[in-house]
């Protein structure tokens, strides 16, 4: 908990949004269309920890419209809207080691075609609805980030803003700026996948008590300049296999966008076994392989990140509202899994959120329970569309085989109206199997024209930390990581962390964690996949982190 006895400046707000992603910006958007209609005059203010709109947005990504045509009617005809590379072909590959097999579009589900959708850069997507949303009225304030909650009688009552100017040991320094507490009538929790507010909203409510555990993925990206030969733009191919193995849930995308620039990725389940496993290495190797590397072959990597992402779709819904609040897009778990997107029903929730924080206000109300929202979106477009997906992921708990069969049966045979639900396997911190099981993995040494090493590859996410402020990697218990980590899995934290946050010296024969916070791009990974969750990952100062230009 921040220090409540520090003298604070104060602000208020009727509606106050954390995290100026698509979710929040769609909200916020709303809200002020509402008022405007109405014609009220609600104040709202968006707070974003990243220094600027975007910064730390990373997405494959391919846009769903539906919401955007819902938020913004008349994008199509807007010529600062970043949204131009419409989807012309797409096709899905199954790798061997040394070949690829395309996948007829009979036997792919309905749910994984992109007709009518569109190739973005989402931070891009994100920076255009910032210059709506401030045209409006607006107030965002990026590199602001949310550290704490306000409580008020078992109500939320508002956020505070992290603390500027501590040193290593948490103790104020000569740059000194305590945070602000910015009291709301309602807040929407926007912070993306796994938000540290979020998670712990969901316990001080009992928000999960009726839903399945969260599940996790892991995506990695870079954004490559290709030489014109090898650019097709409105291009898409995703692959599945090679270079996972059968028990191991993945693939990869590879999106062409204009001016010769490709985004392309890998996403890795983060239920996978293995402690040897490497996500960064395997989306590394991925680029090797012949189908991939002869569209990289002459070009450049312009920069790279990496991000958790949710996978349990409408199983591990929480219960999205709470006394004073919200939970919307990530902070949620909207993600459709079997689209691999998320973005138009992160949009959509926020649309409906703000939606009824305007009907509470209008009715004098505040700080009281948006009891309609779930309703709403659960009965929305949005809802029903993963209510559709809702069996894809966890048919993967049997195997890729098994996982193809059953969701072939599911989407194909059943429409997504299939008359049962799957259960999720075990959580993914629970997952990983001791290293007694395996051997180690020997990944290929980069070539540093189309593979890279950890670190090469950081200092292309534009990563920057405040050096002397506190370690906002928190470890629970200093005894574990050795103990049971190292003891158990060869301290899997430095396979898993895309970013070489985690590493193990050894002085005088005698192991020790050190975490290097400083190149921490904010995935969120190690929260969610140490084995005993003993990382808490919280929100260092406002403004540090990646820049993802364009990404």
């Not at 938020?71 to 590379?85: A, F």
């Not at 470890?475 to 898993?496: A, G, M, T, V, W």
């Not at 005088?508 to 005993?532: A, E, V, Y």
Request: with cysteine; net charge neutral.
């Amino acid at each position: 908990m921040t220090d409540l006895n520090i003298n604070r400046e104060k602000m208020e707000y009727d509606l106050v949004i954390v995290g100026a992603g698509p979710a929040g910006l769609s909200a916020a958007i709303n809200f002020k269309k509402l008022c405007q209609s109405k014609g009220k005059n609600f104040s709202v203010c968006v707070v974003e920890k990243g220094s600027e709109v975007g910064a730390h947005i990373l997405s494959g990504a391919i846009l769903q419209p539906t919401a955007l045509d819902e938020l913004i009617e008349d994008w199509r005809s807007d010529n600062s809207c970043p949204v131009k590379t419409s989807v012309k072909s797409e096709e899905l590959k199954f790798l061997s080691e040394s070949k690829s097999y395309n996948i007829p579009k009979l036997f792919i589900p309905k749910v994984m075609h992109n007709d009518g959708n569109f190739i973005i850069s989402l931070g891009s997507l994100c920076k255009w609805l910032a210059t709506k949303a401030e045209a409006m009225g607006i107030e965002i304030y990026p590199g602001f980030a949310a550290s704490d909650i306000i409580l008020s009688e078992g109500k939320l009552a508002g956020v505070i803003t992290s603390d500027l100017g501590l040193d290593k040991d948490g103790k104020p320094s000569s740059n000194f700026q305590p945070g602000i507490e910015i009291f709301s009538k309602y807040t929407l929790f926007a912070e993306g996948c796994r938000g540290h507010l979020g998670k712990r909203l969901i316990n001080q409510f009992n928000l999960g008590d009726n839903s399945q555990h969260q599940t996790y993925g892991i995506g990695l990206k870079e954004l490559w300049e290709v030489k014109p030969e090898n650019s097709k733009p409105g291009h898409v191919m995703h692959s599945i296999g090679w270079p996972l193995d059968t028990d191991t849930y993945g693939g990869s995308f590879l999106y062409h966008l204009s001016e010769n620039l490709i985004s392309v990725g890998f996403v890795i389940g983060l239920d996978y076994k293995n402690p040897y496993m490497s996500p960064y290495d395997e989306f590394q190797r991925f680029k090797t392989h012949p189908t991939v590397k002869e569209i990289f072959d002459g070009g450049r990597r312009i920069s790279y990140g990496a991000r958790a992402l949710n996978e349990g779709g409408w199983q591990s819904l929480p219960k999205l509202s709470f006394p004073g609040g919200a939970l919307i897009g990530c902070d949620a778990g909207t993600l459709n899994t079997p689209k691999i997107k998320g973005t138009h029903t992160a949009m959509k929730s926020g649309i409906i959120a703000s939606s009824e924080v305007f009907n509470e206000l209008n009715l004098g109300n505040k700080n009281t329970q948006i009891i309609n929202y779930q309703e709403k979106f659960v009965n929305s477009w949005a809802g029903m569309e993963l209510k559709k997906a809702r069996n894809v992921r966890p048919s993967f708990k049997y195997g890729m085989k098994i996982g193809m069969v059953l969701t072939g049966i599911d989407q194909i045979l059943f429409k997504g109206q299939a008359p049962w639900t799957l259960k999720h396997g075990e959580p993914d911190h629970l997952s990983l199997k001791e290293k007694k099981h395996f051997k180690p993995i020997q990944y290929p040494k980069p070539d540093g024209k189309i593979t890279f090493d950890k670190l090469t590859n950081v200092s292309f996410s534009s990563t920057y930390h405040e050096e002397n402020q506190p370690c906002h990697l928190k470890i629970i218990d200093e005894k574990i990581p050795i103990s049971n980590n190292y003891k158990l899995y060869d301290s899997p934290e430095q396979r898993y962390c895309p970013a070489g946050v985690y590493e193990i010296l050894s002085t005088n024969g005698q192991p020790s964690l050190q975490i290097n916070s400083q190149n921490c791009i904010h995935c969120k990974t190690c929260d969610i996949k140490d084995p005993l969750q003993n990382i808490n990952w919280v929100s260092p100062e406002g403004g540090g982190g990646p820049n993802y230009t364009n990404m």
